[in-house]
């Protein structure tokens, strides 16, 4: 079995500001961990995923996110926010090995004032 | 183009109609996804087929019947639709671990 928990339905920062977005996983076998973003109006698109090694992931449009498997985490982050980040966010997990169906959180929704 | 289409963009439906919803992909990609999204719940699997000719069930396929006679194709029907399934629906594909989405079909049961 596996789950997603998203903290925070809304995440609110001004421009240049540090963004975090919160995700917490569980998950019965070794996860494979994804962010995805999703424009108004369009489909989802991958930012970033582990696997297994390193634990610090960089993805695209300068996000990164660390599996840390003591807090089963895979936090978000970004050190200065844009305009032009203002998305919904999404955290997936699936279990490794075995059939690929992964499930995804909520979703949190950035917001980015000037 | 290389990619996923779906069709229609959007689309209001009377309730007890029929409806397909069309997924086409020209990557090749052995597996494909049907998710539903709504606001608050985030994605939803409704049904996968990992390769052409198997399909399975997802975490809601209720009032859904996919089916999946070739790669490229992966239609999804409302046989009966009610205004529960007023949603926003996607399409995936996958490759490796990683999934493509297609730019979604909007869907209004009234």
């Known amino acids: 079995a596996q789950s997603v928990t998203q903290l925070g339905s809304h995440v609110s920062v001004s421009e240049g500001a540090l963004v975090l977005l919160r995700c917490n996983y569980s998950?019965?076998?070794?996860?494979?961990l994804f962010w995805y973003v999703q424009y108004p109006n369009q489909g989802l698109q991958l930012l970033l995923k582990y696997t297994t090694g390193a634990t610090l992931v960089k993805g695209i449009n300068g996000f990164e996110a660390e599996f840390k498997k003591s807090e089963t985490s895979f936090h978000l982050t970004k050190p200065s926010a844009h305009m032009s980040d203002a998305a919904e966010y999404f955290c997936a997990v699936s279990a490794s090995g075995g059939s690929y169906r992964p499930t995804f959180g909520r979703g949190t929704s950035l917001i980015v004032h000037p | 183009i290389a990619g996923i289409t779906q069709a229609p963009t959007s689309q209001i439906l009377a309730a007890g109609r029929r409806m397909t919803l069309r997924c086409t992909q020209d990557?090749?990609?052995?597996?494909m996804y049907w998710y539903r999204q709504d606001l608050g719940l985030g994605l939803r699997l409704i049904h996968y087929?990992?390769?052409?000719?198997?399909?399975g069930k997802g975490e809601v396929p209720d009032g859904y019947s996919v089916s999946r006679a070739n790669t490229d194709d992966f239609p999804l029907t409302l046989a009966s639709a009610v205004p529960s399934q007023t949603s926003v629906y996607f399409c995936?594909?996958?490759?490796?671990?990683?999934?493509?989405f297609g730019p979604g079909t909007r869907l209004t049961v009234l």
């Open positions: 990557m090749r990609h052995n597996a």
């Open positions: 087929s990992n390769t052409a000719g198997t399909t």
């Open positions: 998950s019965s076998v070794p996860p494979y």
């Open positions: 995936a594909t996958r490759e490796g671990i990683e999934q493509f």
